[in-house]
């Protein structure tokens, strides 16, 4: 979502890109240990600006929403103006870049991105909100069931630019995860729903169980990314002017949540049980590893974080890439975070 204020499948994949690097003259490479500690379970590496307001075949490099790993162990990065690009993973230099468009040739609001274990395309939009299947070279293959009281009023009961921001496959590759970035009508604001899907023949999808994410007063979901043993690394952030962005990352299990597809009203009543979270790390607690803002933040590391993915997996140890939505806004910064979370 562009705050409006002022602003994986495949394990081949995975292990490919372990050895990301940060690059660039703005890139920070400090020395490892307890220094680079933003809590117990999680470490900061290295952050790179090298994409900040730069252009890549005429197109703008910026307002990414989400990250992947794709099957040659390149990064996908979306955008959420309807581009979608493929980064050296070393570099994060761009490679190539795919415009998407909604079958009437209009542009997505895209924030949410899988790659398939075929290669094409799971791509979210807020517009409707909508999730759709795209060839490499962006054409439209497919696109999924939404229930009716996740699509935009008056349709049914969630708010513009507050729907499907995160978007994951869970281990196996046979159930797809969306997050919803806040609250519809009748909900509590501080309660999420999380819709998923089911695989079916030709690679199609099926709705399936709903969950209910209990989020923390003021902020929303821009981003979650299943882990190997079946849980979510969930971002959660906000914008306050004058003081800045909080961008929180937590473990979440939805495991043994109650399905609430059914339920019309979240309220936290009783007999609903929310996926359970903990907190990994609040990044403003983050060294800051001489980085600089362009406007007012708690920490000048901080920006709209936004777009995550998990680069690398070894006994319960991510590595985990995120980059911040700079909106295409002079005071805001392209900035991609390399961590370390142990789960």
């Given at each position: 979502?562009?705050?409006?204020?002022?602003?994986?499948?495949?394990?081949?994949?995975?292990?490919?890109?372990?050895?990301?690097?940060?690059?660039?003259?703005?890139?920070?490479?400090?020395?490892?240990?307890?220094?680079?500690?933003?809590?117990?379970?999680?470490?900061?590496?290295?952050?790179?600006?090298?994409?900040?307001?730069?252009?890549?075949?005429?197109?703008?490099?910026?307002?990414?929403?989400?990250?992947?790993?794709?099957?040659?162990?390149?990064?996908?990065?979306?955008?959420?103006?309807?581009?979608?690009?493929?980064?050296?993973?070393?570099?994060?230099?761009?490679?190539?870049?795919?415009?998407?468009?909604?079958?009437?040739?209009?542009?997505?609001?895209?924030?949410?991105?899988?790659?398939?274990?075929?290669?094409?395309?799971?791509?979210?939009?807020?517009?409707?909100?909508?999730?759709?299947?795209?060839?490499?070279?962006?054409?439209?293959?497919?696109?999924?069931?939404?229930?009716?009281?996740?699509?935009?009023?008056?349709?049914?009961?969630?708010?513009?630019?507050?729907?499907?921001?995160?978007?994951?496959?869970?281990?196996?590759?046979?159930?797809?995860?969306?997050?919803?970035?806040?609250?519809?009508?009748?909900?509590?604001?501080?309660?999420?729903?999380?819709?998923?899907?089911?695989?079916?023949?030709?690679?199609?999808?099926?709705?399936?169980?709903?969950?209910?994410?209990?989020?923390?007063?003021?902020?929303?979901?821009?981003?979650?990314?299943?882990?190997?043993?079946?849980?979510?690394?969930?971002?959660?952030?906000?914008?306050?002017?004058?003081?800045?962005?909080?961008?929180?990352?937590?473990?979440?299990?939805?495991?043994?949540?109650?399905?609430?597809?059914?339920?019309?009203?979240?309220?936290?009543?009783?007999?609903?049980?929310?996926?359970?979270?903990?907190?990994?790390?609040?990044?403003?607690?983050?060294?800051?590893?001489?980085?600089?803002?362009?406007?007012?933040?708690?920490?000048?590391?901080?920006?709209?974080?936004?777009?995550?993915?998990i680069t690398g997996y070894s006994k319960g140890r991510l590595?985990?890439?995120?980059?911040?939505?700079?909106?295409?806004?002079?005071?805001?910064?392209?900035?991609?975070?390399?961590?370390?979370?142990?789960?």
């Amino acid at each position: 979502m562009r705050l409006r204020t002022v602003i994986a499948t495949a394990t081949a994949a995975l292990a490919a890109a372990t050895s990301l690097t940060a690059a660039g003259p703005a890139a920070a490479t400090p020395d490892s240990g307890a220094a680079n500690a933003c809590s117990p379970s999680v470490s900061i590496d290295r952050f790179s600006d090298a994409l900040d307001k730069t252009t890549y075949d005429g197109t703008f490099v910026g307002n990414f929403s989400a990250l992947a790993v794709d099957r040659d162990g390149s990064i996908a990065a979306l955008e959420d103006r309807s581009s979608l690009f493929g980064l050296d993973a070393k570099t994060l230099q761009p490679k190539s870049v795919v415009r998407l468009a909604d079958e009437k040739g209009a542009a997505l609001d895209s924030e949410g991105l899988v790659i398939d274990r075929d290669g094409t395309r799971l791509i979210t939009s807020e517009t409707e909100p909508s999730i759709r299947r795209y060839s490499v070279d962006g054409r439209i293959l497919d696109r999924l069931p939404v229930p009716s009281s996740l699509l935009v009023a008056p349709a049914g009961r969630a708010t513009s630019n507050q729907t499907f921001e995160g978007l994951t496959l869970l281990p196996g590759g046979h159930t797809l995860l969306a997050s919803m970035e806040n609250a519809i009508s009748g909900d509590s604001t501080t309660i999420v729903r999380f819709q998923t899907w089911t695989r079916t023949k030709g690679d199609h999808f099926r709705l399936a169980a709903q969950y209910a994410y209990p989020l923390d007063s003021g902020l929303g979901v821009p981003e979650v990314q299943a882990t190997p043993d079946g849980r979510l690394l969930v971002l959660e952030r906000g914008f306050t002017s004058g003081v800045g962005n909080t961008v929180r990352l937590y473990l979440a299990d939805p495991r043994h949540a109650t399905d609430t597809s059914g339920i019309e009203n979240l309220t936290g009543q009783d007999g609903v049980r929310l996926i359970r979270k903990t907190l990994l790390t609040d990044i403003v607690n983050c060294p800051s590893l001489g980085a600089t803002a362009k406007q007012p933040q708690p920490n000048p590391l901080l920006d709209n974080i936004e777009g995550m993915a998990i680069t690398g997996y070894s006994k319960g140890r991510l590595k985990v890439l995120l980059v911040s939505d700079d909106n295409q806004n002079a005071a805001q910064t392209t900035r991609f975070y390399y961590l370390r979370v142990r789960i």
